[in-house]
């Protein structure tokens, strides 16, 4: 294997931040989408596009520029947006209820994950940390 060769390190949700305008549970819902269209549930052309974004060969934003990707994403989104357009403005609304509700489930697990990596975290002071100490 050639020396220069380095292998694409895998994606966390910080890498959709930019795409989600820095927002936190926005990311996480991106990924997780990312994730269920890396299963195949989309076809094999997604489940690739999927596969090499959440792999780090590629950018959401450059895959989406890929005219196969790009096409299939299109034919899969069709029956969707036809549902939408056949939906009342009630059931738009609850739908719409229906997300809300599931980006504040988000928002308390990523609150619950944080609270608890700060749970892990040393309390007391490192020796030599460098606060609190002053030349004057």
């Known amino acids: 294997m050639d020396a220069s060769f380095r292998s694409p390190e895998p994606v966390d949700e910080s890498e959709f931040l930019e ?11 991106l990924q997780k989408s990312l ?13 690739e596009m999927a ?14 520029q890929v005219s196969a990707y790009a096409e299939q994403a299109v034919e899969h989104s069709a029956p969707l947006a036809e549902k939408w357009a056949s939906m009342s403005d009630a059931e738009r609304e ?13 928002q308390r697990e990523l609150d619950e994950e944080r609270r608890a990596r700060a749970a892990e975290r040393p309390t007391g002071r490192q020796r030599h940390d460098g606060r609190g ?3 004057y």
Request: glycine content about 8%; charged content about 20%.
């Open 51 to 64: 596969q090499d974004v959440l792999a780090g060969r590629i950018s959401l934003r450059d895959a989406a």
């Open 133 to 135: 100490w002053s030349a």
């Open 19 to 29: 795409m989600t305008q820095q927002d936190p549970v926005q990311a996480r819902v």
């Open 94 to 106: 609850e739908l719409a209820e229906q997300g809300q509700q599931q980006l504040n489930l988000e």
């Open 35 to 47: 994730n269920h269209l890396a299963s195949g549930l989309a076809g094999d052309t997604l489940k």
